[in-house]
């Protein structure tokens, strides 16, 4: 899909952004900007420190973690990625379209006392939550303000055997919508079951655009959700916004869910979960609390098949190279 | 119906209310205690979960019927709000067809 016809270098130029001589790319300290197809993506170049699941979770905002050469570009040959855990970088994902429909509009622009295009207003969102907090000042609408803008079975997923009803989170300083995936991890999974869960629920947020997936708590017992925080939001994208963040919440579930219940699953033995090859690597990528968990291997990895593939309008392939 | 199938429908979101019912196929082939389901979800989505993890053919429109009152549950309202807080609901899966 083509990039809506608006005119980015005002608006990033007005922010302190400047282009990079030579490409399509526009940078601010340490975030940059590009337009990829129908998105507009700002990016850190600061490693994300920790459990890249548990680095945004919670937190105001689009931005989340994801992988390098997933939807983060790969760093310049020779350049050093940093040391472990430093694959993941933040990212920051638009639609530009539910921008670019609002060009003109008046009600959509107007801070610090001039006028603001509504790509001005949006990116400026990204960077008043890139440190994870409420914009100072912004309030949450009613819920039911937002529950307007989900389409008639907007939050309700199904796959297979499997169904989700979502909800929308709107209290004083927080907006969400989140969906449960799982109700709760039962207690005592084994290290090899976390990891490939750890592991499944990174590869959802890597896979899809602006979904977040919750941490998994060692101990489990907790939920495993998945949630688009739309904290600090300009009110008047979320006409826009919402339904996308729904259909992105539905279809990342429907993705996730299946693989998920299977590997929590008590009663069924995942014994080719631990005999698989590449157990061992999943659970150092995953969790590198447990990568000196010694696992037996075999020659393939047993990945539990996918049930359904949705339409993948809210996916992306990964970056050759 | 196996515990693992049961499993597959739970969902509870923190705080929501869930709830369980006797669940058939309308042949009597299937039948489980079905529990933890939200409340919140479409009785139509809830009948299609069940149809597939049966196996029931899934180009066909599958509905709940509830046993105590012999009336189809709404598919587009939440089943929470038809089912209420009976504790032994039975609900039966059925397929949605006009005869003519």
């Not at chain 1, 698989?276 to 150092?284: E, I, L, P, Q």
């Not at chain 2, 409340?39 to 509905?63: C, D, E, F, K, Y």
């Amino acid at each position: 899909m083509p990039v809506p016809n608006m005119n980015l270098s005002e608006g990033l130029e007005a922010l302190g952004f400047s282009r990079v001589p030579g490409a399509d790319t526009w940078r601010h300290n340490g975030v940059s900007f590009a337009a990829e197809g129908a998105w507009g993506v700002l990016r850190t170049s600061a490693a994300v420190a920790g459990d890249p699941l548990a680095a945004q979770w919670g937190r105001a905002g689009l931005w989340k973690a994801v992988s390098v050469g997933m939807r983060h570009r790969r760093p310049a040959r020779g350049a050093s990625v940093g040391a472990r855990g430093s694959r993941f970088r933040r990212i920051f994902e638009l639609p530009l379209a539910t921008v670019a429909e609002r060009e003109g509009d008046a009600d959509a622009g107007a801070a610090e006392g001039r006028a603001v295009s509504p790509f001005e207003a949006a990116i400026a969102w990204g960077l008043a939550t890139l440190d994870g907090q409420c914009p100072p000042g912004w309030r949450a609408p009613a819920r039911a303000e937002v529950e307007k803008h989900v389409p008639p079975g907007g939050l309700t997923m199904r796959s297979g055997a499997h169904a989700r009803q979502g909800e929308v989170v709107a209290d004083g300083g927080r907006l969400a919508l989140r969906m449960a995936i799982l109700a709760h991890l039962p207690a005592g999974l084994s290290e090899c079951r976390l990891a490939w869960l750890r592991q499944l629920l990174l590869d959802a947020q890597d896979r899809w655009r602006l979904v977040r997936l919750a941490p998994v708590a060692d101990a489990g017992d907790g939920p495993v959700e998945a949630e688009v925080d739309l904290t600090g939001a300009p009110p008047w994208l979320l006409d826009g916004l919402v339904p996308v963040a729904a259909s992105a919440l539905r279809h990342a579930v429907a993705w996730v869910v299946g693989p998920c219940a299977f590997l929590a699953h008590a009663v069924r033995e995942p014994r080719a979960l631990a005999l698989c090859s590449g157990a061992r690597d999943v659970a150092r990528l995953a969790c590198p609390a447990v990568s000196s968990a010694r696992t037996p291997l075999l020659d393939k990895p047993a990945v539990p098949p996918l049930r359904e593939g949705p339409a993948v309008p809210l996916s992306h392939k990964p970056e050759r190279g | 119906m196996s515990v693992g199938e049961q499993a597959v429908m739970a969902a509870q979101p923190p705080g929501a209310e869930t709830l369980s019912f006797q669940a058939a196929d309308v042949t009597g082939t299937h039948c489980a205690t079905v529990s933890d389901v939200q409340r919140a979800l479409p009785a139509g989505a809830v009948a299609q979960s069940l149809a597939s993890m049966w196996s029931l053919p899934q180009n066909v429109p599958w509905s709940l019927r509830n046993d105590s009152t012999g009336a189809f549950l709404e598919d587009d309202v939440p089943i929470g709000q038809q089912v209420g807080s009976e504790a032994e609901a039975r609900l039966t899966v059925t397929p949605r067809t006009h005869l003519g």
